[in-house]
């Protein structure tokens, strides 16, 4: 399986990465083949089976994807 990797982003500057211990504006999560971004709360709700679903191409409303 592969590793999953979550980085907290800042929306200003937009894309900087959190100061560590804060739970950011964005959160980015990436298999290394897809990109996810949700809101930290949504983060916080899901749990890794549900991530890989949506890395793997499973649809949410709130759940922004870059291709």
Do not use: F
């Not at 592969?2 to 211990?21: F, H, K, T, W, Y």
């Not at 980015?28 to 890395?55: F, Q």
């Amino acid at each position: 399986m592969s590793q999953i990797d979550v980085d907290r982003l800042l929306q200003n500057p937009m894309g900087e990465r959190a100061p560590e211990g804060a739970d950011g504006d964005i959160v980015r999560v990436t298999d290394g083949n897809s990109t996810i971004y949700l809101t930290p709360a949504k983060y916080e709700a899901v749990n890794e089976i549900y991530l890989r679903w949506l890395l793997a191409g499973g649809r949410d409303q709130e759940v922004y994807r870059r291709s």
